[in-house]
């Protein structure tokens, strides 16, 4: 009895002993060094950014990370600057105008061209696509001929309207409303309900991380855009924060840590808006390729 006993524990913790661990192949080993390095790539220019916002100007020129007299003189500088709000408001207004009106009409347009049937369907769709081949640079003086005939320049609207609808958003939309059954249509179509109605209540729930991934997207291009604010802006107080930042200083200097600093200050929205919206955004962007 008391050799039994003695072997029962020992079976037990055999049993119960954690499975031994592969060794890690030469593969693995050079894939984690490879993202671990890749990583490093990505922070480095944020931590500089961070780094270069809390020195004196006689200390931008020194590469060396952690300045030798830190300090916040420069936010103070920044967030003191009437001007810094006026652009903070300015992209904020543009911002959520051109997501919530991407998010409204690219969706539509996809759903048009998903559960519809109509002649030309696929040569709209093609025509849509092909306009993703087309440089930004090219558009920018169709775009400021127009602005300027229809007295659009130095105006919310002037800014706003080349990204109130994209042609990628519609091909996103497009691919994911594919993945809404027809059956479900119909079903709502016998219900009484017309084709509004069925977009709103019963495709669009359906599709909510294409949307929250086509929102984030949208804000952030928009929020970041500087070469169209730039051209189409002629006043001071209708600078976008990318364009106003970058008249810190003047010709014979640039005041690179007021520039930092409110660069740093600017990426709070885009993290803030990231964060909430992470889960949608990397479940968006993996359904789209699986889709592609």
């Known amino acids: 009895m008391a050799v039994t006993e003695e072997i029962r524990p020992n079976a037990d913790a055999l049993l119960h002993a954690a499975p031994p661990r592969r060794p890690a192949n030469l593969g693995q080993i050079l894939r984690w060094t490879l993202l671990f390095l890749g990583g490093i790539a990505m922070v480095m220019p944020i931590a500089y950014m961070i780094s270069t916002s809390l020195k004196w100007p006689h200390e931008v020129y020194n590469l060396q990370l952690i300045p030798d007299e830190p300090h916040l003189e420069n936010y103070t500088y920044v967030l003191e600057d009437g001007r810094f709000y006026g652009w903070f408001i300015n992209s904020i207004v543009i911002a959520v105008v051109t997501t919530v009106s991407n998010v409204l009409f690219d969706s539509l347009v996809g759903y048009t061209l998903c559960k519809f049937r109509f002649p030309g369907r696929y040569i709209?769709?093609?025509?849509?696509?092909?306009?993703?081949?087309?440089?930004?640079?090219?558009?920018?003086?169709?775009?400021?001929?127009?602005?300027?005939?229809?007295?659009?320049?130095?105006?919310?609207?002037?800014?706003?309207?080349?990204?109130?609808?994209?042609?990628?958003?519609?091909?996103?939309?497009?691919?994911?409303?594919e993945t809404v059954p027809d059956d479900f249509i119909e079903a709502a179509r016998i219900d009484g309900l017309n084709e509004l109605q069925i977009w709103w209540t019963v495709a669009m729930p359906l599709v909510k991380p294409a949307l929250a991934a086509l929102a984030i997207f949208v804000f952030l291009g928009n929020w970041t855009a500087f070469i169209w604010p730039l051209i189409v802006t002629n006043s001071v107080e209708m600078y976008t924060l990318p364009v106003g930042l970058s008249s810190f200083g003047d010709e014979a200097d640039v005041a690179w840590e007021l520039i930092m600093t409110g660069a740093a200050i600017s990426t709070i929205p885009t993290l803030v808006v990231f964060l909430i919206f992470q889960r949608y955004i990397i479940q968006g962007v993996v359904m789209a390729g699986l889709k592609g």
């Open 124 to 177: 709209v769709f093609i025509a849509i696509l092909s306009t993703l081949m087309i440089p930004t640079e090219m558009l920018v003086i169709p775009w400021y001929l127009m602005s300027q005939q229809l007295g659009w320049l130095d105006t919310y609207w002037g800014i706003m309207f080349p990204g109130l609808m994209t042609a990628f958003g519609s091909f996103l939309m497009k691919q994911f409303f």
